[in-house]
């Protein structure tokens, strides 16, 4: 099912591991976050699976929502009416790519979320509305609802894989939303990595770290294989920043293509 045109990354005698900065999350704390979105109200009681202590203010029109997660401490910030509206299709006024990192910007100084080293790394579409006509390869109408300004960061001057740092616009250059799971870490001693070989072999055998989803490919193409750290998703308690390979290229479902990427963990620990 897979074949391999990418050429292997040369590799370093040595590469640092990360270990996270520990975080603690009171309801305080998630009504002082939400305070600097303009929010009030109580948290919810935090789900404990995710970690996520979720506030709503109601008394907004439309209504607006911040959650808090005690297991990573990410921050997810929500106009949903905005995000996705549920109005008759039409184009939003979106702003300019140069027009959108001046909006997000300036968001995040006024909200205290910037971070140093954070930055804008891919501005596109976000949400997409589309109308389509029974039996037809072509929605009849599509729009474009949000914009999203990404974030990134080096770690040890290689990718960080998983990080969520977007800033999301709706009609008129209004900020619609933000999440930022951006786990602090620190330096942990330093480590040598499995060869490029091996780790291809784990991919071939599905021994990845998020599991293929949505129906097996017909045929993967691996075009770029390269190194980086992971991050795990918002709602997950993570220790070790671990470096991984990427295997990204174009992976085939009934003939049609789409961008496929695999992660393998780097180190002897994998």
Same mark, same amino acid.
């Given at each position: ?34 305070e ?15 970690g ?11 209504e ?37 990192? *001046? ?6 100084e ?5 971070s ?14 589309e109308v389509?006509?029974?039996g037809?390869s ?18 040890d ?6 990080d969520?740092?977007?800033?999301i616009?709706?009609?008129? =250059? ?8 951006? *786990?602090?870490?620190?330096?942990? =001693?330093n ?18 770290? *998020? ?41 085939? *479902?009934? =003939? ?12 002897? =620990?994998?």
């Open positions: 099912m897979f074949s391999l045109t990418a050429e292997f990354p040369e590799m370093r005698d040595s590469y640092t591991l990360y270990r996270t900065v520990p975080v603690t999350v009171t309801e305080e704390q998630v009504q002082e976050v939400a600097r979105f303009g929010l009030a109200g109580e948290p919810g009681t935090m789900n404990k699976k995710t996520e202590f979720l506030l709503i203010d109601a008394s907004k029109d439309p607006e929502q911040v959650s808090v997660y005690a297991h990573s401490g990410a921050v997810a910030y929500h106009i949903p009416d905005l995000e996705l509206p549920t109005e008759a299709i039409r184009q939003p006024d979106l702003p300019t790519d140069a027009e959108a990192e *001046r909006i997000a910007l300036a968001f995040l006024k909200t205290g979320m910037q140093p080293g954070a930055r804008v790394v891919k501005i596109g579409v976000g949400q997409k509305q389509w006509k029974a037809e072509e929605p009849e109408v599509s729009c474009d609802v949000t914009k999203t300004v990404r974030f990134g960061r080096p770690l001057g290689l990718p960080v894989y998983g969520e740092f977007t800033v616009l709706g009609d008129g =250059g209004k900020v619609a939303g933000l999440v930022k799971t951006w *786990r602090e870490v620190t330096p942990d =001693g480590i040598s990595l499995r060869s490029p070989e091996e780790a291809y072999e784990d991919l071939l055998a599905a021994r990845t770290i *998020r599991p293929r989803v949505g129906g097996e490919y017909g045929r993967i193409t691996i075009e770029n294989v390269s190194i980086g750290y992971w991050m795990e998703p918002r709602g997950v308690v993570q220790d070790l920043v671990r470096p991984v390979y990427a295997f990204s290229g174009t992976a085939f *479902r009934d =003939g049609v293509p789409e961008p496929y990427i695999g992660y393998v963990f780097a180190d002897a =620990g994998g």
